[in-house]
């Protein structure tokens, strides 16, 4: 374990395959050429190393961005004949509006209980914004999860909330902490029963002005979204085994999702983290080691807009379980590590001591039990049962770029990610070769 | 000066007015109707404090920005079909691309140095990139005007420089700190005999982005912008006069800019300045104060994209130079102020003790000489002798945001911007009412 850390932090693999991933593939929404590519790419870099490939097929979602623009037709003060151009972009999953475009009042709430006192009189036919403000300063204390979970609320269910009371359509303030006019995607949801009405994020600056117009006089908006929904499409997971030399049924997850969002490059969501899971196998090849149980790599498909791939993966080892040792993923991108968190029985808390002690080299020696889960594709094995694992990362700047145009690679740091490699491979041939199994 | 520094660093008055100028009226282009309105509402806010309002007529350049669209086409490992979206703006006073667009390989330079060396063979027919790295080291110890300086360079000259040597369109990476996928927009020139060629400012994202894929494969863009140079239009400056009880001729000026780029709400760059400016009068005749000299706001039109307006006033008053007592302005957004910077004879500084103890209450009691200026709309002046000032500021953001999309209201501090208001009002009246003229 400690040659493996050694190396680890001198290495460039992953930064260099994260770079491969989100500059000359680019961004890989689930059902694009890219995500497709992406696919063939990493079956070939694993195959390169020697590992036994598979691609394990699943259906996708198919949702296409379109056109997206809004600009503020009426306020107070307006020079005659302008209008203000609104940054924002579609949600995932958004249906279209009209081609033409839809022009409405604007009513702008800070929550959901705030649209709830309005009421259905004050509601209907208008555009409601959303306009919940990220906590910057919880961010700032490193808790960005905590501010983003607080936020996405809007985002996932804004539309349906704004719709029971019959708004036309849905605007929420961007669920990350950027002040540059950066917009915010992700998943939307709608309910059955309830009228599915468009769905856009604005960013924290079009807020704040819609915010203080809003205060004075009447705003309205000309909305155009026409993103569509496609049939879904064939996807895969990549899945490559390392196998083990003492007990090949048993196996070590390590693990990201292919994926992406289509706004920036996948960079840090979560090209850094599939790049990662690629240098566990790559790092202990590479020093010719060869673990007792079996190192799974898994690329994800689908992490973004549906978990599919999880799912197929979920199903099809239904009666496996019991032979999957531990699932590592990681998917908070790929800043300093402070060591890793996991989720089953606390006693198991006493295995790790081995491996922190490896990792305390680099300052990655901390480890949290975290009750809910640490990931979501290892999700559905965590629920049966697997002990789950992740990177544990400082968090003050991935949620200012996640999910927007600016997750690219320039955000990947080499020494950062040569930690995290280190963190994952580390952990990962640990537990592959630790004596016992772990309580569960 | 202590009861106006009291009264001031309570006001919210600068603070409300550049909301409205930047939420209400919005970014204000030289010829734009947002323009207009703004030259309309100042002056109307001018007389409501009872000042001798005039508008100073200048014809002033009218660069319409169009579509602007810029995405890869060819790098090694695409997926087939795919394209890369490149966040990039117009430079002001750029010409058109055709409107289809033009498509070119890029040349990735990192200053005029590279491009030298590469000479004519490499550079003819393809699309210059100059990559110079804004200095954030140097921006974050305080000194980013010089930062911005070393930047600006190639968006001012990139064009002609790679013009001269045959290239048909030029990028330049943005002028700024910010790493957001923000695009930084400003002035470009041309020179005579030169070929003219479009000019883009991409993103820094989009810059490292392109660099990357420079360095192992060709890359083809295909960029399109349709900004239109209409003819000169008719604008004003605002020149509002409140005057002086014992010297009346005699004028201490307070300025700020009142156009703006486009891309943004024009708040920090200079709507702030403006407001302060309109704060002083406001400020004292709040207080019921009457100063010697008088105190002449102006709000200058056409800083950004050709200075019209100062060159209007700078020749209208080309005998009357000798009265001019002082002159103040404020485009450098309104952070924390420090104190404030003074071009002129060195001995001055003396003159400035009285003032510098009543801004201490609030950390603004520096003092310090810059030898080439404080202003530009004030430069014609200060170049013929007339002491200029301007407030110093803490310059960690300002160059994140100015000529962005970014540049909103916002980034605007109601706190800071009323310091601001106190460092401007203390220094205009405290130099209004010195016994002695300042050495000249």
Redesign the interface.
Known sequence: MQRLQQAAVKSDYAYKQT??LS????ARLSG???A???VQ?VAEQMRKLGLDVRLQPCMVPHWVRGEEHGELIE????????T?KV?LTALGGSIATPAEGMTAEIVVVKDFDELACLGRDKIAGKIVLFNFKFDRELQASGFGGAAYGQAVQYRFGGAMAAARLGAVGVLVRSAGG?????VHTGSMGYADGVTKIPGAAVS??DA??IA??AATGKVKIKLTLTPQTLHDAPSFNVIADLKGSEKPDEVVIVSGHLDSWDL??GAIDDGAGVAVAMSVPALIKQLGLKPKRTIRFIAWMNEENGGRGSAAYAAEQEKNIGNHFAALESDLGASHPLGFYFTGKPEMAAFFAPISKVLLAQGAAQVQLQAGGVGADIGPLTQRGVPSFAPWFNQQSYF??HH???D????VDPREIAEVSSVMTVLAFGLANLEQPLPR
């Open positions: 770079g491969y500059n000359n593939i680019g694009s050429p890219q497709e590519r992406s790419w306020w107070d003060g307006m020079a005659p004949g302008t203000q940054f950027s002040q540059n006019r950066l924290y600056e704040e002005k203080w117009l920036g490059s200012n770029y927007t145009a600016a690219t690679f320039d955000k």
